[in-house]
Each structure stands twice: as C-alpha cells, then as structure tokens.
C-alpha cells in the first residue's frame, strides 16, 4: 500500500492522491506533516530509496537526508513549508543502503490542509552523464597529451646520457663545445617542456581549506619581487581579506602562471601590473590587469586551449592548466585584451560553496 497513515490524511488531500493521474507520477511523491514526519508516500520511493511505502510509516523526512544536510537545510526546508513558501533545486540525498544520490527537490506547502508535499526525481544518472559528455573530449586530449610525454621522456633521457658520454671522450673544439651547449640547452627546454606536460595531465584534485586570498596572494609576490624591479614593473595589490574555501597550491599556481604571463608582456620600464578584488554574496572576482602588449583578437579565443601558444618557445599549457584548476573549484576564468594596450585576467571564484540555504538557519530571518 502506497497509503502509508490515511487517518492522519484530511478529505482534500485523500482525493488528490486517489486521482488516477496521481498515481502514475513516475517520481517519488511524499506528503509530510508541518513538523516534517511522513505520512504518505508512493511506490516508486521503492525503487528510488529502497524503502517499500509502510517502512516510513511515522518517520521524519530526514531519513532521507544526509548528516551534513541537518544542521541547515533540512530545519530551513521545514521553515520554508511552515511559512507557505516554495522551493527547489538539486541537492544530495541517501537511499537505504547508505548510497548518496544527486536529487531534484520540489516542495509545495499545503498549508490549508496542514500538510507538505515532496516530489523526488533521481538525476543521478543524467548528471554524471552529463558531466561525462562535458568533460569527454578534453580527458581524451589529456590521456593523449600524456602518452606523448611519457614517449618522450625516455629517449630524452638517452640522448642526454649519449651527450655527456661523447663530450667526456672527445677533445671539442670551440665550435663542436659552442654545437654542444646548444643541444643541452634545447634538450634542457624539452624535458621542462615534458614536465608541465605532466603536471597538466596529472594535476591533483582539490584538498578545500579556508585561506585568506590576500594572504596567498602576498607569499606568491615574495617570488617575484626580484624580477618585476629588475623590468622596473610596479605591482599594485590591494586584494581584500576574504576566506574562500580553496586549494593553497593549486591557487598559488594560477596566481603564479598569471602574476609570469604579465612580466613576460611588460618591456622594461614603466610597467604596471593591478591585481584588484570585488565581490558579492556569492562571488569574489580577483582581476589581473596589466599594461603590456597585449594579445591579438585572432588569438584571444584559444589562449586557454592546450598546447596553444603565441611565444617562440611556449607550449601552450600554463594558462590551460590555469583553466582546469579554476573549473575544479566550481569557478571561471576570462580574459580581455588589446595589442599595445594591456591584457586583464578576471578569476571569479565561489565565496561559499554551498547555497544560503544549507548554511544558515532562516529562521528568525525575514523572508520574501
């Protein structure tokens, strides 16, 4: 029986879910008292959740939520439906089993009736497949980028040995040791070629920390006071102290990359660089703004493509692996240029993570 406690269910709402439409909802449907105990659900909350109907018989709604999801969402929802408001959008909830899955929540208040309804739809699949169509052609490209590299890491390796072995048995004259150097140092280029190769393929996954964005800012510039005086280029950094939940070395690299990206456009003497700040609730913009000489329109588009690059010896993977760490913390990157004019870089990166709603309690807060 999908009716799990009908005397706890008024006239009104044992006609809706009599309804022959009703009963063919394939998602989950769950009706709720105010306080949030479950007093109907329907059959396809078996399949979903692996609960048959009665189980649930009595329990709180937040059998289906996670731990984390108890603090603030769960007590917001039921304040939410408590005050005849609305919602939905995605979150995570827990079957039976303990599987966790990705879920579209809609919940309509009865108020009238003194009840709430749930309605459940499993978006797990759709999601990851979703995520797998976006991300397939570029994990291709990674897995490509990375055979290339392995391939040519070790007959690099060789030819360097059989270098060094011939220099040590052979007189060379100036010419044949100026002949010399020159393959070492191109070979020296190769292998840091293959080595950001590498960390661009390989790049680890986020470990998320509350760092203050001003503080990291100001350890990478240490690096680089040496070069900007010795290019006579003035960095002006007035980033505001806010946390954000980041990876410190992934974030210290992009900082890196852009902070190297705009020296390398700079000529000696009056050079600038501004790195600025501006934010809402949600977002923090962290901009990179300089005066060099600037990208070309053609190339604009493809300066975040791998292995895309205008300089005579680059590579194309900094500022691609700039993109791939950016996207891994659920930010963007953009970028507006003008030749002779100055390049500026704009980071947006999420204050919080997570929606108002699972973070804070609304209730005594005034709400629309």
Same mark, same amino acid.
């Not at 329109?297 to 292995?307: H, Q, R, V």
């Given at each position: 029986?999908?009716?799990?406690?009908?005397?706890?269910?008024?006239?009104?709402?044992?006609?809706?879910?009599?309804? $022959?439409?009703?009963?063919?909802?394939?998602?989950?449907?769950?009706?709720?008292?105010?306080?949030?105990?479950?007093?109907?659900?329907?059959?396809?909350?078996?399949?979903?959740? +692996?609960?048959?109907?009665?189980?649930?018989?009595?329990?709180?709604?937040?059998?289906?939520?996670?731990?984390?999801?108890?603090?603030?969402?769960?007590?917001?929802?039921?304040?939410?439906?408590?005050?005849?408001?609305?919602? =939905?959008?995605?979150?995570?909830?827990?079957?039976?089993?303990?599987?966790?899955?990705?879920?579209?929540?809609?919940?309509?208040?009865?108020?009238?009736?003194?009840?709430?309804?749930?309605?459940?739809?499993?978006?797990?699949?759709?999601?990851?497949?979703?995520?797998?169509?976006?991300?397939?052609?570029?994990?291709?490209?990674?897995?490509?980028?990375? +055979?290339?590299?392995? =391939?040519?890491?070790? $007959?690099?390796?060789?030819?360097?040995?059989?270098?060094?072995?011939?220099?040590?048995?052979?007189?060379?004259?100036?010419?044949?040791?100026?002949?010399?150097?020159?393959?070492?140092?191109?070979?020296?280029?190769? =292998?840091?070629?293959?080595?950001?190769?590498?960390?661009?393929?390989?790049?680890?996954?986020?470990?998320?920390?509350?760092?203050?964005?001003?503080?990291?800012?100001?350890?990478?510039?240490?690096?680089?006071?040496?070069?900007?005086?010795?290019?006579?280029?003035?960095?002006?950094?007035?980033?505001?102290?806010?946390?954000?939940?980041?990876?410190?070395?992934?974030?210290?690299?992009?900082?890196?990359?852009?902070?190297?990206?705009?020296?390398?456009?700079?000529?000696?003497?009056?050079?600038?660089?501004?790195?600025?700040?501006?934010?809402?609730?949600?977002?923090?913009?962290?901009?990179?703004?300089?005066?060099?000489?600037?990208?070309?329109?053609?190339?604009?588009?493809?300066?975040?493509?791998?292995?895309?690059?205008?300089?005579?010896? +680059?590579?194309?993977?900094?500022?691609?692996?700039?993109?791939?760490?950016?996207?891994?913390?659920?930010?963007?990157?953009?970028?507006?240029?003008?030749?002779?004019?100055?390049?500026?870089?704009?980071?947006?990166?999420?204050?919080?993570?997570?929606?108002?709603?699972?973070?804070?309690?609304?209730?005594?807060?005034?709400? =629309?």
């Amino acid at each position: 029986m999908a009716l799990i406690n009908s005397k706890e269910l008024n006239d009104g709402i044992l006609d809706m879910i009599e309804n $022959p439409l009703f009963k063919i909802i394939p998602h989950v449907i769950i009706i709720t008292d105010l306080s949030g105990k479950i007093v109907y659900a329907n059959e396809p909350i078996k399949n979903i959740f +692996g609960f048959l109907p009665d189980q649930l018989k009595g329990k709180p709604l937040s059998t289906l939520f996670t731990p984390e999801d108890m603090d603030f969402l769960y007590p917001n929802l039921l304040f939410l439906a408590r005050n005849n408001k609305k919602f =939905e959008g995605e979150l995570m909830l827990i079957k039976r089993n303990g599987v966790r899955f990705f879920a579209y929540l809609n919940m309509l208040p009865l108020i009238e009736n003194n009840f709430t309804l749930y309605c459940i739809q499993d978006i797990d699949s759709t999601k990851r497949l979703k995520q797998i169509i976006q991300t397939g052609n570029y994990d291709d490209l990674i897995k490509m980028a990375n +055979g290339i590299a392995h =391939e040519i890491r070790n $007959p690099l390796l060789s030819i360097g040995g059989f270098i060094n072995k011939i220099k040590k048995v052979c007189e060379l004259g100036e010419e044949n040791l100026k002949n010399y150097q020159n393959v070492i140092t191109n070979l020296k280029r190769i =292998e840091t070629m293959v080595k950001k190769v590498q960390a661009f393929v390989s790049l680890p996954k986020p470990e998320f920390k509350e760092w203050n964005i001003k503080e990291l800012m100001e350890e990478v510039l240490e690096s680089f006071q040496y070069e900007a005086k010795a290019k006579e280029v003035k960095i002006d950094q007035r980033l505001s102290d806010t946390y954000l939940y980041m990876d410190r070395q992934l974030i210290q690299k992009v900082f890196s990359v852009l902070l190297e990206n705009s020296l390398d456009a700079i000529e000696s003497g009056n050079g600038h660089i501004e790195i600025y700040d501006q934010k809402d609730d949600s977002f923090l913009k962290i901009y990179f703004k300089d005066n060099g000489v600037g990208i070309s329109p053609t190339d604009l588009p493809y300066i975040f493509t791998p292995f895309f690059s205008t300089k005579v010896h +680059g590579i194309g993977i900094d500022l691609a692996t700039v993109r791939r760490i950016i996207q891994a913390h659920n930010g963007f990157i953009s970028v507006e240029s003008q030749p002779t004019r100055g390049t500026t870089f704009v980071i947006t990166l999420p204050i919080e993570r997570r929606r108002k709603i699972r973070r804070e309690l609304l209730e005594n807060q005034q709400i =629309e």
